[in-house]
């Protein structure tokens, strides 16, 4: 009874110290839940005065004689791994087709395509497809490939696919607007994964954000930015299960094989070869007969000699007998423009920039190599390469100007920073491909495979000697094994160079196939 009474009062003392403490944490509770609450807040009004502000402007632009009204949101979205900090803010302008929703934003159709672009380099923004190709607006150069000449204006842009698709344009850490947050190293964007997840992250993000998830799903790349397009179409689907409707190359390389010019590489000095042909055929240095015929007929042969007896004497070097490398020497003569003593002298081996000095160097003319179409006086007579590109030197301040001008005005953004439009993100990390070519052909192959709904565009210029046309047919036929795949691999041919949209002729006729396309994907 005694033991019974001592054990009571001892649980009793227990409780009654576990009330008074329990009382005692309440209070305590309280007071560092209003002290927790204040930091909360403090954080959050920190975090929103750090968040980039999003800037939303309206507008209208007349496409195929119908007015199509648009919200243009122009910023940044800070890019962050799993809910940590914000390691980079990526900037990017978007277009949504309609007015806005109560809350002041785009107000999106879940149903309609959007399509997320880019451009290459690496180290381009997306401001070339942005005022080049796609958007409400765009540069305007001559159809005759003159040097444009300063001050620049913007136009409307008739051929822009806002009718057919929202745009989404994301300019990559390094260029535009987009950098690393501070005290964040930009080497850890700077290379083919590294870029894959960044990018692949922003269009999961914004998907996320901006309710997405449901419209159909496109990715648009130029140039390299077709390197990214075939490894995102892959990193999509596996890192997030995003699955695309479609991918559209323009003027894209998948792989650096075709490329790459190189002693024990004979297969660009073949692939060039058609580019080589239309080039000359242009600027009216080949013989009678061929700038009788129109330029495909000119380009068809070319290729059919490339792939043929062309290909054979670079496989056989001088195993080839003499009488049939010497047939061989006159018929790329013939066809290229340039005398059968240079082509010997070259070993049959002759690079882009070889090429660019050699073919009008009695006109002392440089051939460009983003559109060989344009020609710029040479710097020095004697040289074996291109001084310089006189495309490039057409392209860049036109294009920079516009997007400055652009931003401020029509989208009223403004930043301290420069708007980087093409800038060196060097040294640019291979290092899965340390000792081979790199590639992401086979990825586009793959997630064709798992997705059988994904549809591929290829858009390629004739003029094209960056990134020529007969490449890329090259990466289709020895990718896209299967007739399945390549019934949905389509290729469209223009009149133009890498950046073909600034022939209005070839921007008019890829507006029209890639409505076609894109009526088809997005069945």
């Known amino acids: 009874m005694i033991r019974r009474f001592f054990v009571c009062c001892f649980v009793f003392a227990i409780i009654g110290c576990h009330s008074v403490a329990s ?18 807040d403090a954080k959050d009004k920190k975090e929103d005065d750090e968040t980039p502000k999003l800037r939303v402007t309206t507008g209208a632009v007349t496409i195929d004689g119908e007015e199509v009204a648009y919200v243009a949101t122009a910023g940044k979205l800070p890019q962050k791994h799993d809910g940590g900090d914000a390691k980079a803010e990526i900037f990017f302008v978007a277009y949504t087709r309609g007015g806005l929703g109560d809350d002041g934003q785009a107000e999106a159709d879940p149903d309609r395509p959007v399509t997320f672009c880019f451009n290459g380099g690496p180290g381009a923004s997306s401001v070339w497809l942005h005022l080049g190709m796609l958007g409400p607006k765009r540069v305007r150069l001559p159809d005759d490939a003159s040097f444009p000449e300063p001050p620049y204006k913007l136009v409307a842009n008739p ?8 745009l989404v344009f994301i300019d990559p850490v390094g260029t ?29 993000d914004y998907t996320t954000k901006f309710r997405r998830w449901e419209s159909p799903k496109f990715i648009l790349g130029e140039s390299y930015g077709g390197l990214r397009a075939g490894g995102l179409s892959d990193l999509l689907q596996d890192r997030y299960h995003m699955y695309l409707n479609g991918v559209v190359l323009v003027s894209a390389v998948l ?43 000119v380009v068809a042969e070319a290729e059919a000699f490339a792939a043929g007896d062309f290909a054979d004497a670079l496989l056989q070097g001088a195993a080839m007998p003499a009488e049939k490398r010497k047939e061989v020497v006159a018929e790329a003569a013939r066809l290229t423009g340039l005398s059968e003593e240079y082509l010997e002298a070259t070993d049959l081996r002759v690079s882009m920039w070889r090429f660019s000095k050699e073919l009008l160097r009695g006109r002392n003319q440089l051939i460009g190599r983003y559109d060989s179409r344009y020609v710029g006086p040479g710097v020095d007579g004697a040289g074996e390469s291109m001084d310089y590109d006189p495309s490039d030197a057409a392209f860049e301040g036109i294009f ?20 980087e439009t093409l800038t060196s993100v060097q040294p640019w990390n291979y290092k899965p491909f340390i000792n081979r070519y790199v590639t992401t052909a086979e990825r586009l192959r793959d997630a064709m495979v798992k997705n059988p709904a994904l549809e591929v565009f290829a858009a390629c210029g004739y003029f094209d000697l960056a990134t020529p046309a007969f490449a890329m ?11 399945a795949l390549r019934e949905r691999f389509t290729t469209g041919y223009y009149e133009g160079g890498h950046m073909m949209y600034v022939h209005e002729p070839s921007l008019e006729k890829l507006r029209k196939d890639l409505v076609e396309w894109y009526e088809k994907a997005s069945e």
């Open 176 to 204: 535009g607007y987009s950098r690393p947050t501070e005290g964040e190293k930009r080497e850890q964007f700077h290379g083919l994964e590294e870029d894959l997840r960044s990018v692949g992250l922003f269009i999961h």
């Open 23 to 40: 009382a005692d944490d309440k209070t305590t509770s309280k007071s560092d839940k209003t002290e927790k609450s204040e930091k909360e």
């Open 473 to 483: 047919k090259h990466t289709r036929d020895h990718t896209m094994t299967t007739d």
């Open 159 to 166: 051929y822009s696919l806002l009718d057919v698709t929202d």
């Open 255 to 297: 792989d650096f094989s075709t490329l790459g010019f190189a002693d024990n590489n004979d297969l660009p000095y073949v692939l060039f070869l058609p580019g080589y042909a239309a080039t000359a055929w242009r600027h009216k240095a080949l013989d009678d007969d061929l700038l009788g015929k129109p330029l495909t007929e």
């Open 400 to 419: 920079c100007a516009g997007m400055n001008a652009y931003l401020a005005d029509d989208l009223d953004y403004q930043d301290d920073r420069v708007y």
